[in-house]
């Protein structure tokens, strides 16, 4: 028994293990097609990256949240389907198919049996989903932007209510003061009409910043030009009074204390929230939450609902996660709009390292999955490793033909860098149409290997079957390999029983 025999042999059990292997991976993606693994493993580890080890009544809000994300239109715009009853018709079949599947499976915490794994009747979900696009739709649904907007607003209104009662103070004294002389008296009118001019542009100044029409900056600095011209039309008609003069240098203090610097005045007014206190905003228990619901005076308003909707069905284990992220956002920002891009960037960079580890789970459930299918096709097509290696010893005319098939199969793929499964499936296929492999229920293999047949009258050698049992468990092992790997390894060993690589076609 020379080494060119014992590669011969090597590489024929080696091609019938590739051949079955490309087999048993069309039978998975199949499966995994047909009850759309991928996609719901996708959507469970967007679970476990919102709610983590969550108690059922959690878990349900988990699941509700994870829906609001999945009905987001950039994750609907993902998971595109043809349209018409007949073009769906295929995929309607999967459909029930996969609802008897997740039917015959416990129903989860909050869900009702009609309920898909996908949520609000959905039969189908994406198979992949670019991180930019989760952390985007997660915010959406948070409503972290408006939140810093709404936020913005509440302490915006309250800054000026706060400068105007200063100033309205400065008159009520002014008031006081000369409520027993004329000039006095027509002097006070004529300021407190001006005051509510300024007062009402005030308010339009804040209605264009809520109307997005303009930045916080040039809101301070508009409310600082307006009060330039109410504190020249107090200075232009003041009395000469030493009272009244001290109460034009109050209102000059006034803007410049708080309105000469605009940056100044909105890091002293806290008019950019933090990234924390966005957070802490859908925290029940913070000082921001009630901030805010103190600041919505209109509950039946739209902004209300939507806020208490969101705080209904946000579980706790989100909000950790959220401050965890703002935490590590807010140390490399300074301004809320700059934090905003970078807890985005967290989110996607969380969510990335989240799908490596989801992908290393799918992988080894697939493998799973792979040794199952690996020993249903060794049993259901009898592949006996030890059956096919006594054949392949003694029949050199078989071991010639299936040498044969694999120097024309290597030829074929030998300038390809990688693995085209479709491609060697259907080369494959050829081979099994060309050759008679030593597997199978024929007579003609049962014979070889069991010495029977269905002509002969007599009883199933059963227990001669019972020896087959530790080749099929071989050959299941191997099938679950995969084909890539077999045709790495039939190539390695093709290239030493030639001692060089086989010829390039053409």
């Not at 080494?3 to 019938?16: D, E, H, P, R, Y």
């Not at 996607?348 to 096709?377: C, D, H, P, Q, W």
Request: aromatic letters at 10%; glycine letters at 4%; one cysteine or more.
């Amino acid at each position: 028994m020379n080494i060119q025999f014992i590669l011969n042999v090597a590489l024929s059990l080696i091609f019938i293990y590739l051949i079955l292997s490309l087999l048993a991976s069309e039978i998975q993606e199949l499966i995994s097609t047909v009850l759309q693994w991928r996609a719901e493993h996708l959507r469970k580890s967007i679970e476990i990256l919102l709610g983590g080890d969550v108690d059922k009544l959690e878990e349900a809000r988990v699941i509700q949240l994870t829906n609001q994300i999945y009905d987001n239109p950039l994750i609907q715009s993902i998971n595109q389907q043809a349209k018409g009853f007949f073009e769906t018709l295929p995929r309607r079949a999967t459909w029930i198919v996969g609802a008897i599947y997740r039917f015959c499976k416990k129903a989860r915490p909050g869900t009702r049996r009609s309920e898909t794994i996908f949520g609000n009747r959905k039969h189908t979900g994406p198979s992949y989903i670019p991180a930019d696009i989760f952390a985007t739709t997660l915010m959406d649904t948070l409503q972290i932007p408006i939140l810093i907007q709404k936020l913005t607003e509440f302490r915006l209104e309250k800054f000026e209510n706060e400068r105007l009662i200063e100033i309205r103070d400065i008159l009520f004294k002014l008031q006081e003061r000369g409520s027993d002389n004329t000039e006095f008296i027509q002097f006070f009118n004529t300021m407190y009409q001006d005051f509510t001019e300024m007062h009402k542009e005030f308010e339009r100044i804040i209605w264009d910043f809520q109307q997005n029409k303009a930045t916080l900056p040039i809101t301070i600095n508009s409310m600082a030009k307006s009060l330039d011209k109410y504190i020249e039309s107090f200075e232009s008609n003041l009395p000469k009074d030493e009272f009244f003069a001290k109460s034009l240098r109050q209102l000059k203090f006034i803007r410049k204390d708080i309105f000469d610097d605009a940056d100044r005045a909105i890091l002293l007014g806290g008019l950019r929230p933090s990234l924390q206190e966005v957070v802490q905003s859908i925290n029940t228990s913070s000082a921001v939450y009630r901030e805010i619901e103190s600041a919505i005076k209109d509950k039946d308003s739209a902004t209300y609902q939507k806020f208490q909707e969101l705080i209904n069905i946000l579980p706790s284990s989100v909000t950790k996660n959220l401050n965890v992220w703002a935490k590590r956002a807010q140390a490399k920002t300074k301004t809320s709009e700059e934090g905003i891009n970078i807890l985005r960037q967290e989110i996607e960079s969380v969510f990335n390292n989240s799908m490596e580890r989801a992908s290393g789970v799918y992988k080894r459930n697939a493998k799973g999955v792979t040794i199952l299918i690996g020993f249903v096709i060794a049993v259901t097509a009898n592949v006996d490793t030890f059956h096919i290696v006594n054949r392949l010893s003694k029949d050199s005319q078989l071991r010639d033909t299936i040498i044969s098939n694999v120097e024309q199969f290597l030829i074929q793929n030998s300038q390809k860098s990688d693995t085209d499964l479709d491609k060697l499936r259907n080369q494959a296929n050829q081979v099994l149409k060309d050759t008679s492999l030593p597997i199978g229920w024929t007579n003609a293999n049962l014979e070889q290997q069991i010495g029977w047949t269905t002509l002969q009258h007599r009883v199933f050698p059963q227990t001669k079957l019972v020896r087959a049992i530790p080749g099929w468990i071989v050959s299941g092992f191997a099938i679950a390999m995969g084909a890539p790997f077999w045709f790495d390894v039939l190539g390695k060993i093709m290239n030493v029983r030639n001692a060089g690589k086989p010829p390039k076609k053409g």
